[in-house]
């Protein structure tokens, strides 16, 4: 089992900046994969980006040159930078990370970009 648990989102105006969180414990050592999805209000859930232990870290085309998926092993956290916001990013972000029945999930965290 792991467990995820997101923080950092708010409500921002366009242009701006957020930085989500997502914190691990449980059986962290067979995390081998992470990735933000976010799920818009009558949307489906998307893939926002995601990082292997490979190195390698995918985007979303959407976000592509304003977010940076970051990770501090150190501490079993990862980070989403969220840069140069727009309304169509206002989502409920979520962490995930691989394993049975579709992987593990946290709660989510509200991301709303507004004037």
């Known amino acids: 089992q792991v467990q995820l648990e997101e923080s950092g989102g708010g409500l921002v105006q366009p242009g701006g900046s957020l930085r989500l969180s997502c914190a691990a414990s449980?059986?962290?050592?067979?995390?081998?994969?992470w990735a933000w999805y976010r799920q818009a209000p009558g949307k489906q859930r998307e893939l926002v980006a995601a990082?292997?232990?490979?190195?390698?870290?995918n985007y979303a085309d959407s976000v592509k040159g304003r977010f940076t998926f970051s990770r501090d092993s150190a501490v079993n956290k990862v980070y989403l930078q969220m840069n140069s916001l727009k309304a169509e990013d206002t989502a409920v972000y979520y962490c995930?990370?691989?394993?049975?029945?579709?992987?593990?999930w946290g709660q989510g965290t509200q991301v709303t970009v507004s004037s």
């Open positions: 449980g059986r962290i050592f067979s995390i081998n994969a």
């Open positions: 995930n990370v691989p394993g049975p029945n579709g992987g593990y």
């Open positions: 990082t292997f232990n490979s190195g390698n870290t």
